[in-house]
């Protein structure tokens, strides 16, 4: 049976690529994903404000909750640019699946330069988590667009390998920027990055934050889009967040994911997951007469509908509707 698959441009033996986390930090650990059945790993990921730093402290005016934030200092991060870039190396030498590296930035500027260093090193890609929260009220949603488009257009004209977009589902019209990213150098589209949500301690009065595992039914928004973006674009698609079973990467392929990107669930129970799920892949399967990924990718995306608005907003009705009381 043929799992086999096209990510960026680059070939897979499985759909199951290892998502951005600290699963590549060391090489006995990758390794072991790659013997489980990876088929490509992401590194975690190199921040803009390590390239370029910001100002220690950034006032916000709000005494007593957060009045100021400040960034990390260097050594908290896990890796520095310098030893990024010989971790990479060195990550590469010792598997022999893809290994992509990640940038996780918010606006242009000239840490967009650091994408050589990576290419060097060895990166077969790159995936550019554009993380951002917008929260100045005089900034307009075409000029947030317009600012993410001109760094995926620098990283894709100083590099040779391919670019991944890691996307937020929060955007107006989100079909329309996906191929606007293609047409600004992006090879792919991963769906979706998650935004950590902090809390409110009431006890000492003050924000707390939050790092959650994903949960399966994050992952409806993902088949939702997939289903609406595959389609539409000439490049690759990667599902993430919470995709934790078979079944659920089965529903992600069948809506036109190329691959999905697992984290959490590997956080939960480790490399030996890999090979259920890839057993699962595969008796889903044979149980269906496939012989091969391509042969039912994308059968429930939108392609076969003649009004994709039209279905989304019958679809809201019906279900609405269905609930009787």
Known sequence: MNL????????????????????????????????????ALVMRSLFEEQIH?????????LPGLCGSEEFP???????????????????K?????????????ARPGAWTDFARRIERAGA??????????????????????????????LIAGVVDIPVAVKLSP??????????????AGASGVVVFNRFYQPDVDTKEIGVQPMLRLSDPEEILLRLRWLAILSPKLRGSLAATGGFHTAD??????????????????LLRHGP???????????????????????????????????????FERANYLRTLQSWKG
């Open 4 to 39: 086999e698959t096209s990510y960026l441009g680059l070939s897979l033996r499985t759909p199951f690529v290892v998502g951005s986390s600290p699963f590549c930090d060391r090489i006995a650990l990758a390794r072991r994903l790659e013997e489980a059945g990876a088929g």
């Open 53 to 61: 730093p910001p100002p220690r402290r950034v006032s916000l005016g």
């Open 73 to 91: 200092e260097f050594a908290d991060y896990q890796l520095a640019p310098e030893s990024y870039v010989r971790h990479l190396a060195d990550l």
């Open 93 to 105: 030498a010792a598997v022999s699946i893809p290994v992509i590296a990640s940038l996780n930035g």
């Open 124 to 153: 077969d890609a790159i995936e550019l988590n554009l993380y951002r929260v917008v929260t100045d009220v005089s900034l307009a949603a075409d000029q947030v667009e317009t600012e993410m488009l001109e760094t995926v257009g």
């Open 170 to 183: 929060f955007h107006t019209c989100l079909a329309q920027l996906a191929v606007a990213l293609e047409l």
């Open 248 to 265: 659920d990467v089965i529903k992600a392929l069948l809506t036109g994911a190329d691959v999905v990107q697992l984290v959490s669930v």
């Open 272 to 310: 030996a997951v890999l090979p259920t799920l890839l057993t699962g892949l595969q008796e889903w399967m044979g149980g269906h007469g496939y012989d091969a990924i391509d042969d039912f990718r994308g059968l429930l995306n939108l392609c076969g509908c003649r009004d994709a608005s039209a």
